[in-house]
C-alpha cells in the first residue's frame, strides 16, 4: 500500500529553527506538496518539489530525496503566528495526491 | 490568496437530515474537488470534477451525492449521514485537473460537520 509518514505534534521555541520530516512509499512519484493549515482555516500551498535538493523560499525551505523516499520542510527563525498544522503529499505515477496524516507544530515563546 | 468560499462553516444535523454544503471559486479553475478531513488522519478525496464532469468517485457511500452546476460551484448534498461521518469537508480548486503538469490546490475554509 501506499503511505506517508510524518511524526504527529512537534514543538519548537520562538526564534529557532525546526525540520519536520516526511517520509513515503508510494506507486511511482510525480512531485511532493507541503501545505499549511492553521487551525480552523485553509490549508495552504508552500512548496512543491520534484527533483533532489533544496528548495528555499524565504524563512521556509523544502528538500527532497527521491532515491530515499524523504523529505523535509525547515523553518527558520520561528514566529508565533508558524503555529500550525503541516502536511506533506506525494503525487503517485496515477497523478492519485496521496496525504500524510499532518504535523501539527506548536511554536512557544 | 484562496478565493474559494465555503458554506456554512459549521454545520449540526440529525441523522435523519438532508443538507448542502456549497462551494464556489473566483479563480476561474477548471477542477474542483470535496475532502473530507478527520482529526488525526490523511485528507480523504471524496470527489473530483473536471469541466463540470464527475471524473473521480473513491467509493464514497451514496448518502453524499456531489452536484457541480458549472466551473465555479460544486455543491456536497448529505442525507441520512451517520455519526461516523462528522469531520471537517474542505472543497479545493486548481487550474486543471492533475496530469502532466503539477497543479497545487486552493482550499477553502472547510464545514465542520457534526452528526448527532
Known amino acids: 500500500g501506499q503511505n506517508i509518514d510524518q511524526p504527529t505534534e512537534m514543538t519548537a521555541t520562538e526564534g529557532a529553527i525546526v525540520q519536520i520530516n516526511c517520509t513515503y512509499q508510494?506507486?511511482?512519484?510525480?512531485?511532493l506538496f507541503w501545505y499549511q493549515q492553521h487551525a480552523g482555516e485553509a490549508p495552504t500551498f508552500l512548496s512543491y518539489?520534484?527533483l533532489d535538493g533544496l528548495e528555499e523560499k524565504g524563512r521556509f525551505s523544502s528538500f527532497l530525496s527521491r532515491s530515499k523516499g524523504y523529505s523535509y520542510l525547515l523553518l527558520k527563525e520561528l514566529q508565533m503566528k508558524d503555529s500550525a498544522s503541516y502536511l506533506c503529499?506525494?503525487?503517485?505515477?496515477?497523478?492519485?495526491?496521496?496525504w500524510g496524516a499532518g504535523t501539527k507544530l506548536i511554536i512557544k515563546p | 490568496e484562496t478565493g474559494v468560499t465555503q458554506t456554512p462553516r459549521h454545520l449540526v444535523m440529525g441523522m435523519t437530515n438532508k443538507k448542502s454544503l456549497k462551494c464556489e471559486q473566483h479563480?476561474?479553475?477548471?477542477?474542483m474537488y470535496w475532502y473530507k478531513q478527520s482529526a488525526k488522519k490523511p485528507l480523504e478525496l471524496m470527489f473530483v470534477?473536471?469541466?463540470?464532469?464527475?471524473?473521480e468517485n473513491n467509493s464514497v457511500p451514496s448518502r453524499f451525492s456531489p452536484e457541480c452546476p458549472n466551473s465555479s460551484h460544486l455543491f456536497l448534498h448529505l442525507h441520512t449521514l451517520q455519526p461516523e461521518d462528522s469531520a471537517l469537508y474542505l472543497c479545493?480548486?486548481?487550474?486543471?485537473?492533475?496530469?502532466?503538469?503539477?497543479?497545487?490546490?486552493?482550499f477553502g475554509s472547510g464545514t465542520q460537520l457534526s452528526v448527532l
Open positions: 470534477y473536471s469541466l463540470e464532469e464527475r471524473v
Open positions: 479545493a480548486s486548481s487550474q486543471d485537473r492533475w496530469g502532466t503538469t503539477m497543479e497545487k490546490l486552493f
Open positions: 518539489n520534484v
Open positions: 508510494t506507486s511511482g512519484f510525480n512531485g
Open positions: 503529499a506525494v503525487l503517485d505515477s496515477n497523478y492519485q495526491l496521496i
Open positions: 479563480l476561474g479553475h477548471n477542477a
